[in-house]
């Protein structure tokens, strides 16, 4: 079985950064595309970012594409989302998941293991 543990959550002021980081125990993680999902109160949980095995490719949503970065290093079991220019709406808890699809999917049902999530707070 794999687990899953996000850190670096937070709360922060709208236009400053913060750096989530999730370790992984999964055996054989570099077989896995990891991703990011957001939920805050009240919605459904909501894609952010995903990135392939190999790291060579991404899939970020809409509304956080050139402001937030994946990536990982697959020595350390690490996946990372470095978010920029922050924004109120951004306010959610953060989870970290990886699938066995070879493609970094948005598609909330692929994912086979999930953190527990952090938090992230953007005030105004």
């Known amino acids: 079985q794999g687990q899953l543990v996000e850190s670096g959550g937070g709360l922060v002021q709208a236009g400053d950064s913060l750096r989530l980081s999730c370790e992984a125990s999964?055996?054989?993680?570099?077989?896995?595309?990891m991703g990011w999902f957001r939920q805050a109160p009240g919605k459904e949980r909501e894609f952010v970012a995903a990135?392939?095995?190999?790291?060579?490719?991404?899939n970020y949503a809409d509304s956080v594409k050139d402001r937030f970065t994946i990536s990982r290093d697959n020595a350390k079991k690490t996946v990372s989302l470095q978010m920029d220019s922050l924004k109120p709406e951004d306010t959610a808890v953060y989870y970290c998941?990886?699938?066995?699809?070879?493609?970094?999917?948005?598609?909330?049902?692929?994912?086979?293991?999930w953190g527990q999530g952090t938090q992230v707070t953007v005030s105004s």
């Open positions: 998941a990886a699938t066995s699809v070879s493609i970094p999917t948005a598609r909330r049902e692929l994912y086979r293991f």
């Open positions: 999964l055996r054989t993680f570099t077989t896995y595309a």
């Open positions: 990135i392939v095995s190999s790291g060579t490719n991404t």
